[in-house]
C-alpha cells in the first residue's frame, strides 16, 4: 500500500478484556516497529521485528502484552487483560531496511485504545 | 536513563512570526537527533535529522534545526510561520551505539492563528 495502515484506528475495551491491534506496513519493508504513546507523551518503544522474527521486546510493559509477524508482513499487537493504564494510542512503523537509526521509520496513524 | 525535554508543551503563534522550539536531551555521548511533526488528522513524519558534519541542518517546508553540543540542544526553528504549520512537534535522540531505538520528548503543540 501507499503507507502503513492500522486497524482499527479507535477501540473501547472493558476492563478485562483482551484486544487485538492490526499493522500493515509498507510492502517490502523489512523492519517493523511498535510504539505506546500515552495522553500527553511522545512515543515508548514496545517491540522490534525484522521481517518475521522479534528481536526486540524490550519495551513491552507486561506478559499481557504479546507481538507477532508470522508472515513478515502483517503485525498484531493483543493485548490480554486489559487494564486502564494501557489506554494510550498504539503506533506502528515500519521501515525499508534493517533497522537503525539512519533508515526512516514511517508511521502509521495509530490505534486509539481506551479501556473503560 | 536517557531523557529528552521539550519545553514547551504548548506554543500559540500568529502568521509570519519567527518560531523556535526547544529540545534538550540527556546523553553524554555520541547521539543522532531528529525532529518529527504531527499534522492535525495525519501520521507522524520525518521533519529532519542530525547525524554529523554541519550541525545547522534544514528540513522540509522552510524549518531548521541547530545542534549546539555544548548545550545538549537541537531547537527547531522557522523565520516565518504559516497557519499550515499548526501541528505537534516532537523531539527525539537516539544514541549511537543503540541501534534504532528512540527516546521522544513529549512533544509541543504548536497553534498558528491566521
Known amino acids: 500500500g501507499a503507507g502503513v495502515s492500522q486497524s482499527p484506528r479507535y477501540k473501547v475495551a472493558k476492563r478485562g478484556q483482551d484486544v487485538a491491534l492490526r499493522c500493515d506496513p509498507i510492502s517490502g519493508h523489512v523492519s517493523l516497529f511498535w510504539y505506546q504513546q500515552a495522553l500527553g507523551q511522545g512515543p515508548e518503544f514496545l517491540t522490534y521485528f525484522q521481517n518475521e522474527a522479534q528481536l526486540d521486546k524490550s519495551g513491552l510493559p507486561s506478559d499481557r502484552f504479546f507481538a507477532e509477524r508470522p508472515e513478515g508482513s502483517v503485525s498484531t499487537l493483543k493485548i490480554q487483560r486489559t487494564q486502564q493504564e494501557d489506554s494510550a494510542v498504539y503506533l506502528c512503523?515500519?521501515?525499508?531496511?534493517?533497522?537503525?537509526?539512519?533508515?526512516?521509520?514511517?508511521f502509521g496513524p495509530g490505534t486509539r485504545l481506551t479501556v473503560l | 536513563a536517557q531523557s529528552v525535554s521539550q519545553h514547551n508543551h504548548h506554543v500559540i503563534l500568529s502568521e509570519a512570526a519567527s518560531l523556535e522550539l526547544g529540545c534538550n536531551y540527556s546523553y553524554g555521548g555520541t547521539v543522532n537527533l531528529f525532529w518529527y511533526v504531527q499534522y492535525p488528522g495525519q501520521h507522524l513524519q520525518l521533519l529532519l535529522k542530525y547525524f554529523s558534519g554541519d550541525p545547522l541542518v534544514k528540513g522540509i517546508k522552510g524549518f531548521e534545526a541547530e545542534f549546539i553540543k555544548s548545550k545538549f540542544s537541537f531547537n527547531l526553528r522557522k523565520p516565518s510561520v504559516q497557519w499550515s504549520d499548526t501541528a505537534e512537534y516532537f523531539c527525539a535522540v537516539n544514541a549511537r551505539g543503540s541501534n534504532y531505538q528512540l527516546i521522544w520528548g513529549a512533544g509541543t503543540k504548536l497553534i498558528i492563528k491566521p
Open positions: 512503523a515500519s521501515s525499508l531496511h534493517l533497522a537503525t537509526a539512519y533508515n526512516e521509520q514511517f
